[in-house]
Nanobody, 124 residues
Framework: QEQLVESGGGSVQAGGSLRLSCVYSGGSFRSNTMGWFRQAPGKERQFVAAVNWIGTSTYYADSVKGRFTISRDNAERTTALQMNSLKPEDTAIYYC?????????????????WGQGTQVTVSS
């Protein structure tokens, strides 16, 4: 059974950085497009970033472009989200997600399964 487990969330001040990690188990990590979503209180879950199976294609939401970087390590079966210049509006639960299939492009990204999420809180 495929499973995603996130870590690295926490509380930081505006302008700070955090690095989220997602560990995959239970199947073929290389065959998945990986990505991150987030959900703030009272709001819908929104797309943040995605990376294709080999790391040659990435895509970001406009709200995080230039500040966040998604990456993956197929040997370690992990994906990461480096978040810099954090803002209070980045406060949310961040979810790792995966879409099965060897897609050349990172998007469209419609996940087949999800992690349980990790909380990120940015104070002003």
């Amino acid at each position: 059974q495929e499973q995603l487990v996130e870590s690295g969330g926490g509380s930081v001040q505006a302008g700070g950085s955090l690095r989220l990690s997602c560990v995959y188990s239970g199947g073929s990590f290389r065959s998945n497009t990986m990505g991150w979503f987030r959900q703030a209180p009272g709001k819908e879950r929104q797309f943040v970033a995605a990376v294709n199976w080999i790391g040659t294609s990435t895509y970001y939401a406009d709200s995080v472009k230039g500040r966040f970087t998604i990456s993956r390590d197929n040997a370690e079966r992990t994906t990461a989200l480096q978040m810099n210049s954090l803002k209070p509006e980045d406060t949310a639960i961040y979810y790792c997600a995966a879409r099965r299939g060897l897609m050349a492009q990172a998007v469209p990204f419609n996940p087949d399964y999800w992690g349980q999420g990790t909380q990120v809180t940015v104070s002003s």
